[in-house]
């Protein structure tokens, strides 16, 4: 644990968080009334289309891996499928990885496969099968015929999980699928789907009954038409979780799937859940599986499954894990894919869980090299990882952001930090932006708690005290100045029935104290001293005993297969919120249904959940969020999934509770709320988060909008709001950590705003930050997430896609323009981000776009801080508005020494000015010489003088040249330049630009004497320049002319800097 913050060298001093920043809105002497906007709501896609977030992380821990498929004939391309995060591909190897199926209709995967004889063929089975309290689901099977490029569904939407894909070897168009089927209900599309054309029909060559699917599918390797399926019956259920039946057992079909056989000798009878299978691939008489039963354990076939014997008992937590992988060349040789990893060298009769150490457990996939089996990749609720030495060491690939982030919190420092939860990757903290040139690293993240993680919330005047929530109410506060934690988990009094926690229990500092903080369980506590002592409510669920509660028709009892598995408890506060107006004001939900409401801060509670219409009763309440704008104003979302409800619940009321609006409007079942804020600063502006992506609503929820731009359709679970810096948070569970920066045009859309030809939005006080370079060549294996934009952010609207260039013009207090720039000529919001310098003093080289030729780098100096002008035109139409630049708070510069270094700078900026179009002309009549001698070369009426004229000239501009210039590289054969060997002059300007520039300061004394002397050498090379125009250049003309011959234009007379 590190004792204190790291990167404090580039952080700026915290600034304390306002606790009034979230205070009343008042109108004309009262709070603003709830009332829902009656104009039409003409915000669409098209208007969000541009939008783009950054994904900061982190990378360095991963999110649950679910598959790994590798194109055998090159390994060094591979896919790998996370459980929420999408399908990712390298073709190097993983050095560098590409998400390829974020535009696809859900990032829940189950499996990959990739056809044997073409690589091209890929099939992605989506809903991952891990039968978790937290699992998410899918939307069927794809496919794709190029490697990943494009995609197609081809059906299965219904079993929403799917567990293994499978592909015959000789026919790329017969391809198996295990459908698991719904996790939480019962449904039909379950079983073993097979197609022979590709996925355009499927038949259900086996199905048990609508309570088992199958997760595990094996075929032999030397006759496609012999497979090996898992069924599995299994039930979660909002109390606890079923994890066998009557349903689960082993098949065989030797013909496709046209007949199949149950395989029972040697098997355990009885009830039996998950099974895992996989046929050996030099010898498919030997076969393996990992079998869930009271008698269970590990067994082997050395006949193609006719008969079995056990080997072992080990069959480590088989709801969650049970797969196991053999070794393509030795049969004796196991991984059993669990908590740990088990390996056997001995078929199975002993199992090693030593060897594989320093990576992330929890593993779910495994690909085993069959032409070197040391070469070995798995995949982890901690991400993925390749060993090249049989599992004795790994490589832990920790450049693709797959966190699982349950919450997220902010703090107020500049920039401002995100605090979060991972599922089994505990609690992180990190930066939305940093004063690296190379972004956001993982080496900028640090680690809060550990555990599952969930709520990480920092103290709202220090941001040095955080406190930090793992499962089972496991809750801390840490402080960073010291890096000491002390637990305050409310414990039960001797005698008091124990309290019950949830698997993620919120924690909540109050906006009117920052010294009192609740915290909840079955119950909700109240601490006004910092979790040191504890109050509490009385139970606020409904407090049923589950062991009496069924699932699949059987109560639970010991004997139930995985039973609650995942589910310590049940019955919880799951979502917690305090007035941000009116202080004791509480709101709690449960998982089992209720929704709590006090005014008296948590003495009193009133159940309010029967005020909630169209809701099935019991149905989880993710979030409950009281409105910052009117006291008895609150939004509220619930989550019906875990009762295999898809349906989508959204609601508002004004009046504490006592009666709700629906306000889901035009979001489709599937889409499952999970969290909803409210803007800071515009009552009608909603967020929402969902199983699938993020929405948006301009109407308080009149209708929605999916935010798209480059946001995956991943689920998101929590969402915040930067009050100062107006950004949008988004804690993905599977994609990491996202943000919209300055949701300014979002904020400020209106009707008037969409109906104009051209709108420029207000632009945010732009700083001048410094930014510095903290590494070196790292190479490509390495994360780095993108900075905010730094300088001013300019968003306009255009109504119609432009006809021509969008033009930018910035102009100072004097009318005077310091920067030119160039907008996406597309319809609806734009956005383009001025780095705060002038234009360049030439422009760029090609390639290198705005900016250019300035202090050594594409770029002009920086301007002063100050007030400019904008001025956005678009053909005809024109928009107007200005921008504040401020300095960097760090330096500390006075007036006076300010003035002189921008004279310094405003003088060598001149420099180049003149020094550029003296380089330019050179070029432009070098040029045209070796255009004009490549011309007169093969003429034999040209005369010997002609040919040495101009060969006189050409050598007489290259003298010239290289005083500014220096000469093309000849890969160092002319060697180092000798010690008196004068140095070019635009090299000298630029270095003395370049120190000018990299550190606020009045200039040196020697810096001043380098000005004048170069001001005086590059007036001398003009002049000379000038002299070499009006004379030698004019005198050949003259020659070229009376010839007939073609004659240079030297263009206009270089003027000197003043």
Known sequence: MKTIHPREATRLSPSLLSLAMVVFVVVGGSLVAFAQDKSENKVDATFLKNLQFRSIGPA????????????????????????????????????????????????????????????????????????????????????????????QNMGLRDTKHIG?????????????????????????????FKTTDGGKTWSNVLFINEDTGVIDLAMDPESPLTLYAAAYQRRRTPWGFNGGGPGSALYKTIDGGATWTKLTKGLPEGITGRIGVDVYRRNPNVVYALVENARGGTFRSDDRGETWRKMSDLDSRPMYYSQIRIDPNNDQRLW???????????????????????????????????????????????????????????????????????????????????????????????????????????????????????????????????????????????????????????????????????WNSPIVISLHNNRTIYFTGNRVFRSTDRGNTWTWSDDLTKDQDREKLPIMGALPDKNMLSRHDGMETFGQVVTLAESPIKEGLLYAGTDDGNLQISRDGGKTWKNIIDKVPGVPKATYVSRIVPSRYAEGTAWLTLDGHRAD??????????????????????????????????????ENLLFLGTEFGAYVSFDRGGRWTRLKGNLPLVRVDDIQIHPRDNALVLATHGRSVWVLDDLSPLERASEDILGSDIHLFDVAPATHFRLYGRKGSTGHKWFAAPNPPYGAVINYYVKDKPKDEVK???????????????????????????????????PPPEGLGEGGGFFGAPRGPRVPPGVYALKISAGDKTATGSVTVQEDPRIQIVEADRGKLNDAIAKVYALQKSAEGARKTMQSLKTQ???????????PDVSKQTNDSVQKLADGLTAIQRKLVAAPDNSGSAGPALPDEPRPLLGQITGVGFGLDSYTAAPTED????????????????????????????????????????????????????
């Open 808 to 842: 930018i013009t910035i102009t100072d207090k004097s009318g005077a323009v310091v920067r030119d720039l160039k907008g996406p000529k597309e319809a609806g919001l734009n956005r383009v981000v001025w780095d705060l310098r002038l234009n360049p003093a030439a």
């Open 336 to 502: 059993q894919l669990a908590a740990n990893m088990y390996v056997s060298d001995d078929g199975g009769k002993t199992w090693n869980s030593n060897l594989v150490q320093r990576i992330h457990g929890d593993f779910h996939a495994m690909w085993i090299d069959p032409a070197n089996s040391n070469h070995v990749l798995t995949g982890s609720d901690g991400g993925i990882h390749a060993s090249y030495d049989r599992g004795r060491t790994w490589d832990f690939i920790n450049t693709i952001p797959l966190g699982q982030f349950y919450e997220v919190s902010m703090d107020n420092q500049k920039p401002f930090w995100v605090y979060g939860g991972l599922q089994d990757n505990g609690s992180w903290s990190g930066p939305s932006g940093t004063l690296n040139q190379e972004g956001i690293t993982n080496d900028d993240w640090f680690r809060t708690g550990g555990g599952d993680g969930f709520y990480s919330v920092v103290d709202p005047t220090d941001p040095s005290i955080i406190y930090v929530e793992s499962q089972n109410g496991t809750v801390s506060r840490l402080e960073l100045k010291t890096g000491e934690r002390k637990s305050i988990k409310p414990e039960a009094r001797p005698g008091e029935k124990r309290y019950r926690f949830d």
């Open 60 to 151: 360095n821990m991963g999110g649950r891996i679910d598959d790994i498929a590798v194109v055998e004939s090159n390994p060094s391309t591979f896919y790998v499928g996370a459980a929420t995060g999408g399908v990712w591909k390298t073709t190097n190897n993983g050095t560098t990885f590409e998400p390829i199926f974020d535009g696809q209709g859900s990032t829940s995967i189950g499996d990959i496969a990739i056809a044997p004889g073409d690589p091209s063929i890929v099939w992605v089975g989506t809903g991952e099968p891990n039968n978790r309290q937290s699992s998410s689901w899918g939307d069927g099977i794809y496919r794709s015929l190029d490697a990943g490029k494009t995609w």
């Open 164 to 192: 293994r894909v499978v592909i015959d070897q000789r026919d790329p168009n017969i391809v198996y699928v295990a459908a698991l089927g719904h996790l939480w209900g019962p449904n039909k599309e379950r079983g073993v």
């Open 1007 to 1058: 810096e001043l004497v380098r000005i004048e002397d170069l001001t005086k050498q590059l007036k001398d090379v003009i002049a000379e320049l000038n002299k070499f125009i009006d004379e030698d250049v004019a005198s050949l003309n003259k020659q070229l002319r009376d010839s007939g011959y073609q004659f240079l234009n030297p263009g206009k007379r270089i003027e000197p800097p003043q």
């Open 645 to 682: 409800d898809y349906n989508t619940y959204v609601f508002v009321t004004t009046d504490y509770g006592e009666s709700w609006k629906a306000i889901k409007s035009n979001l489709t079942a599937g889409v499952t709320a999970r969290v909803i804020r409210e803007h800071p600063r515009n």
């Open 929 to 939: 010489i070796t255009a004009l001698q490549t011309s007169l070369k093969d003429n």
